[in-house]
């Protein structure tokens, strides 16, 4: 199955806490994506012999569903379609049916 949403795509996340934010897609992990800069969370770590402890900031993922592609040519987020050109898998904007995959 084609997904929807690939790395270094630009996004915009529809829901949560970071809502309307626009961010670059880091790693797509099956139905959940880590994006750049959403979904920041602080942790407390004890010392280890590998690292020190304190305060370390990290990245977790979120749903997929919660975000929306943003459009290279008209600049909004919308809905992403699938078709076929010249034998080949594309994805296309729902709102101006500019192709993004090239």
């Known amino acids: ?54 305060i370390i900031e990290k990245i977790l993922p979120i749903v997929s569903a919660r975000v929306l592609l943003v459009c290279p040519s008209c600049k909004k987020a919308v809905r992403v379609g699938f078709k076929t050109e010249k034998e080949q898998k594309v994805r296309f904007c729902k709102k101006c049916g500019a192709v993004i995959d090239k």
């Open 1 to 54: 199955m084609a997904s929807k949403i690939k790395k270094g795509d630009l996004v915009k996340v529809m829901s949560g806490k970071d809502k309307g934010r626009q961010e670059k897609v880091l790693e797509v992990l099956g139905t959940r994506i880590l994006v750049d800069n959403v979904n920041k969370v602080k942790r407390h770590t004890k010392p280890t012999q590998e690292h020190k402890g304190g």
